[in-house]
């Protein structure tokens, strides 16, 4: 399930291109639970694409669950409540998992 939520997510953003404009940034997913694993998402020149493994040196690392991934994909997730709740976790740059939850909320 959680290759075809990256699937989908990368089809939206590449669907809109303008989204992805001046992001160069590569964020690696760290889900622990039922569909535990690595996977990242990494945007340059205005296209988005997923790997199952670490493709390039993360800007930043979101460690959750994977039920709350699939919550976050969903729209159904506030990552900021869930960071301040200490159910997300962030290291790296900090601007970065911002411009992630804007752009999230853009393809929703």
Same mark, same amino acid.
């Given at each position: 399930m959680i290759n075809e939520l990256f699937e989908q997510l990368?089809?939206?953003?590449? #669907?809109?291109?303008a989204y992805l404009e001046n992001l160069h940034?590569?964020?690696e997913?760290?889900?622990? +639970?039922?569909?535990?694993g690595t996977y990242q998402l990494m945007i340059s020149e205005n296209k988005?694409?997923?790997?199952r493994e670490t493709a390039q #040196?993360?800007?930043v690392?979101?460690?959750m669950n994977s039920d709350d991934f699939v919550k976050l994909a969903a +729209?159904?997730?506030?990552p900021t409540v869930a960071y301040?709740?200490?159910?997300?976790k962030i290291r790296g740059d900090l601007s970065q998992a911002l411009k992630l939850q804007t752009l999230l909320k853009k393809i929703q």
């Open positions: 990368t089809a939206k953003m590449n #669907a809109e291109p940034v590569a964020y997913f760290q889900l622990e +639970g039922a569909e535990a988005a694409v997923y790997s #040196a993360p800007k690392m979101l460690k +729209g159904k997730w506030n301040m709740n200490g159910k997300l």
